[in-house]
């Protein structure tokens, strides 16, 4: 069993920044990639930042320059640095793990961008 926990969810104003953390444990051997999702509502699940096991990152453009994906080094652990926050941002966030063929999700965390 893999499990996925989530940290670091919150309510912040436009232009503000918030950090997300993510932690795997469980039955895992190796360094795996792992990414974050979002979810906004009405809308569909969207990846929006991911990262190899070897450190390189990818980003959707929506979040590009704002958002930084980061990992300690030999761990599945993952940061989401997350500057000048819009309210297009608010979303349900989703921390993943691909292990094989298999992948991983945590249970979530709220990210609301409000004034």
């Known amino acids: 069993q893999v499990q996925l926990v989530e940290f670091g969810g919150g309510l912040v104003q436009p232009g503000g920044s918030l950090r997300l953390s993510c932690a795997a444990s469980?039955?895992?051997?190796?360094?795996?990639?792992m990414a974050w999702y979002r979810q906004a509502p009405g809308k569909q699940r969207e990846l929006i930042a991911g990262i190899t096991g070897g450190g390189s990152t990818n980003y959707v453009d929506s979040v590009k320059g704002r958002f930084t994906i980061s990992r300690p080094n030999g761990m599945n652990f993952v940061y989401l640095q997350m500057n000048s926050l819009k309210l297009e941002d608010t979303a349900v966030y989703y921390c993943n793990i691909q292990i094989r063929d298999a992948e991983y999700w945590g249970q979530g965390t709220q990210v609301t961008v409000s004034s």
């Open positions: 469980g039955s895992i051997s190796g360094i795996h990639n």
